[in-house]
């Protein structure tokens, strides 16, 4: 079993910042992609940041030079630095991660419960 444990949302004022945390636990032998996804009230989930375990990166149009993904990969965790805010970022943040539980185990797809962002103008 792996949980996803998501902190650091919160409310901010347009032009703020905010630092969302995501840690991976469990039955992990290795992580492959990490990333961040929103959906916003209405919209369909979009796919915000990711990181594979190469360090390729993949941003979405919308955030790109505003936001930065990184990685801790002794401590199995992804961050999202989030600046320069805008009201249109407003949505539930989910952190996602491709790992495996063993060596040449199937790779699973696991999903955090979410943390909200509201930013207001």
């Known amino acids: 079993q792996v949980q996803l444990v998501e902190s650091g949302g919160g409310l901010v004022q347009a032009g703020g910042s905010l630092r969302l945390s995501c840690a991976a636990s469990g039955s992990i032998f290795s992580i492959n992609t990490m990333g961040w996804y929103r959906q916003a009230p209405g919209k369909q989930r979009e796919l915000v940041a990711a990181l594979t375990s190469g360090g390729i990166t993949n941003y979405a149009d919308s955030v790109k030079g505003r936001f930065t993904i990184s990685r801790d990969n002794a401590k199995n965790t992804v961050y999202l630095q989030m600046n320069s805010l805008e009201p249109e970022d407003t949505a539930v943040y989910y952190c996602?991660?491709?790992?495996?539980?063993?060596?040449?185990?199937?790779?699973?797809?696991?999903w955090g419960q979410g943390t909200q962002v509201t930013v207001s103008s």
């Open positions: 996602n991660m491709e790992s495996r539980g063993m060596l040449h185990g199937p790779w699973v797809n696991y």
